[in-house]
């Protein structure tokens, strides 16, 4: 097994100490470069995809899908929730996935229990999970469960990792013990920056709810507005689009209601959507946003909003004013299909960020699966290359481009909910190996314990200065999908970069740098910088 070493402020690189002044720590990077953008060669071929263990990933009715690090092993386990309650949990042991659901105390699958029909949902009794979302609440070291209840007869749940060996419900001491609900996506994110995860969870039919972590237990905060949001929210994302300093809330909604951006003003928050362009005011009652997933595609060094939709998708453009413009129609993505989720992600390793978007079409009880994948040229376009009789065309509900087996190229995870093939599905990329060499993992980690930091922004940057591409650390998005995992750069042509980490702290954002990365070193690693908690 390979591990990653740790970096803090004095930093080891294969046996090489890079010590870091303060003022590379603090030094702004450039944000945007033709020079670097120009260097990008052409598209490689796009690589195949062959899934993995069929047979155990089956389960029809798949709805959540979650990536982390369970036991602390240094590879990526897997967390899929499905119809009817159960939560299925699957460890990476020598390359292989094994179901150890029983073992660490997730509700499992019952193979005798017929698949729950339309029906079952008008049930009192009938019970759901969605949302699942892992995050270092308690600061150990090791990677809790939250799982966001759908119908009234159950209440979520907080599995609370135990050495890695085992998750037990911690709920109702924590303070999280309210009914069940709509639930579709919750975040773990620090939102005041004080060196904790707080908890923000949504809601489709009543108001969504913004919880405090204060020393492991949870308080509502914001009960009376603000991210306290009564529209009937789906996804959420956490994102600092203004580059003021603090965590700001992107939120989809449907029902034909405007979606929301919460701007974080440190005491309040501000709904600026309208004003900042990303309302989608004008929906008609059946239309509305599903999920968000939040890139920067364009290489400029902020970050851009992709909205999945009922009706018609968006891409939003950071205009780094304050506002987004509106080129889903230039950019190739705004068909009006039936989007539910979808994910960013350099499948293709040529330094820019790609786009896979899940989705359906039929009435309910006969979805079949429309998926799109768009490949991203480079200018500003995209072009879907996946056809209708592709096995990755096979879902309808979550997604994760994921590096599961650490060979240097995206792997894709996706879950289907309604479709006829049922199942949960990770395809591994064939990507030829000298190609998917070009890569670099990063992770963002405080010294307290905690697993990663949702949030914080990771720049790379070539010898020359030029920005090469920017990367979110994302507490959650897309739809029915979050995971901790570290951010994936695709590097067509440099060997040696610099790397420019952003994070939160109560007085703004601080950077810290380490430069000089040989990127041949980490291959098959994931590199990861400490940064300091929040006080």
Not at 273 to 291: I, L, P, T, Y
Not at 393 to 400: I, Q, T
């Amino acid at each position: 097994m390979k591990y990653s070493i740790l970096l803090g402020s004095a930093l080891i690189l294969a046996g090489c100490a890079a010590d870091i002044s303060e003022a590379e720590k603090s030094a702004p990077g450039q944000q945007g470069s033709e020079a670097a953008s120009a260097a990008t060669p052409e598209p490689v071929v796009p690589p195949e995809f062959t899934p993995v263990q069929s047979d155990l990933f089956g389960i029809v009715g798949s709805l959540s899908n979650a990536w982390a690090d369970v036991d602390s092993d240094g590879d990526l386990d897997y967390a899929v929730s499905l119809k009817g309650g159960a939560i299925q949990l699957y460890l990476q042991e020598d390359g292989l996935f094994v179901d150890v659901t029983g073992a660490y105390g997730l509700p499992p699958f019952d193979p005798d229990a017929p698949p729950p029909s339309a029906e079952d949902y008008r049930r009192e009794d009938y019970k759901e999970f969605r949302g699942l979302s892992f995050g270092d609440f308690d600061a150990d070291g090791y990677v809790d469960l939250y799982a966001g209840a759908t119908m009234p007869a159950q209440a979520s749940r907080l599995y609370r990792n135990v050495g890695g060996e085992s998750f037990v419900d911690v709920a109702a001491a924590a303070g999280l013990t309210f009914p069940g609900r709509s639930s579709r996506q919750n975040n773990w994110v620090d939102f005041d920056a004080d060196g904790d995860l707080d908890l923000y969870a949504v809601d489709r039919i009543a108001e969504n709810k913004l919880f405090e972590n204060e020393d492991g237990v949870f308080e509502q905060v914001f009960a009376d507005g603000g991210p306290t949001d009564s529209r009937a929210t789906v996804g959420a994302c956490w994102f600092d689009y203004n580059q003021d300093g603090r965590l700001d809330l992107f939120l989809a909604n449907q029902s034909g209601a405007t979606d929301a951006l919460w701007r974080n003003d440190g005491d309040t928050f501000t709904d600026v959507a309208a004003e900042a362009g990303v309302d989608s005011a004008g929906r008609e009652e059946g239309e509305g946003g599903v999920g968000c997933a939040i890139g920067d595609y364009d290489n400029d060094g902020d970050f851009d909003i992709f909205l999945a939709a009922y009706g018609p998708n968006r891409l939003y453009r950071n205009e780094a004013n304050g506002t987004f413009t509106d080129v889903s129609e230039t950019a190739g993505i705004s068909e009006p299909d039936h989007v539910v989720g979808a994910d960013w992600g350099d499948f293709d390793n040529d330094g820019d960020l790609d786009l896979f978007v899940v989705g359906y079409e039929g009435p309910f009880g006969e979805q079949t699966p429309l998926n799109k994948l768009y490949v991203n040229d480079g200018s500003g376009g995209f072009e879907n290359i996946l056809t209708l009789d592709s096995p990755l065309n096979a879902a309808d509900h979550g997604v994760v481009w994921v590096d599961y087996d650490k060979d240097g190229d995206l792997d894709l995870s996706v879950t289907d909910g309604y479709g006829p093939e049922g199942g949960h599905f990770v395809f591994r990329n064939d990507m030829e190996a000298s190609l998917a060499g070009h890569a670099l993992e990063m992770m963002v980690v405080t010294g307290e314990g905690a697993v990663a930091v949702p949030g914080a922004e990771v720049r790379l940057f070539n010898a020359a200065g030029d920005l090469l591409a920017s990367r979110l650390i994302t507490s959650g998005g897309g739809y029915n999908a979050q995971s901790v995992i570290p951010v994936h750069f695709g590097l067509p042509s440099e060997t040696v970069v610099d790397a420019e980490v952003t994070y939160f702290t109560p007085s703004g954002a601080a950077n810290q740098r380490l430069d000089n990365v040989d990127v041949s070193q980490w291959q098959g690693k994931v590199l990861k910088i400490e940064v300091p908690a929040g006080d």
